[in-house]
């Protein structure tokens, strides 16, 4: 969420939308001599159950070993699952293409409380759009004081959108995008 709704291009790297973790690979498992193949493996688009050892990455053989969640954590079955980190990059890619203020927008912190990081994003004559991201593991309060808000995307399944203040807490890692009405 930080990443797609900060000022700038953003820029995703490999398996990132889907949630991939970097590989654990033994020296002797290195080929790449520019050192890159410790940091991400090929991305999963089937489980190996079904497209086998290639995840549909490949027909051959690949290089590297795929994730060991690959079962698991693979584009097929991201695709129908409405939590998965893939549907949250689609829904944060589709706001950010819908919402002028993201991608040109100035940026404005806010004073939040210990382990949340809040934004507000301007743009002239457009509605505004706050950011308020928990990076602590507990509960934290979340306050920002607005006419009008609409929950536009939250990271865990319960809404807790209100109008007026935003002030119910934030869950352990929870992030919240709202489109705010003056």
């Known amino acids: 969420m930080l990443l797609l709704t900060l000022r700038g291009t953003p820029f995703i790297y490999q398996g990132e939308e889907l949630g991939l973790r970097d590989l654990d690979l033994h020296e002797n498992a290195l080929t790449d001599i520019d050192g890159r193949d410790p ?14 050892n290639g995840c549909g990455f490949t027909s051959g053989e690949p290089w590297l070993p795929l994730n060991a969640d690959a079962e698991t954590c693979n584009v097929d079955a991201q695709l129908t699952w409405r939590e998965s980190m893939l549907s949250l990059y689609r829904t944060l890619l589709s706001i950010r293409n819908a919402q002028r203020v993201l991608q040109a927008g100035d940026q404005e912190w806010l004073d939040t409380h210990e382990g949340v990081l809040g934004y507000r994003r301007t743009l002239a004559n457009e509605f505004e759009i706050v950011v308020l991201l928990n990076f602590s593991n507990e509960l934290r309060p979340a306050s920002v004081k607005a006419e009008s808000t609409r929950l536009l995307l939250s990271t865990v399944a319960a809404d807790p959108a209100q109008d007026g203040e935003m002030k119910s807490p934030l869950a352990a890692n929870e992030g919240r995008t709202y489109l705010v009405c003056s």
């Not at 940091?39 to 086998?52: F, L, V």
């Open 39 to 52: 940091e991400r493996g090929p991305i999963p688009w089937h489980p190996p159950s079904i497209a086998g």
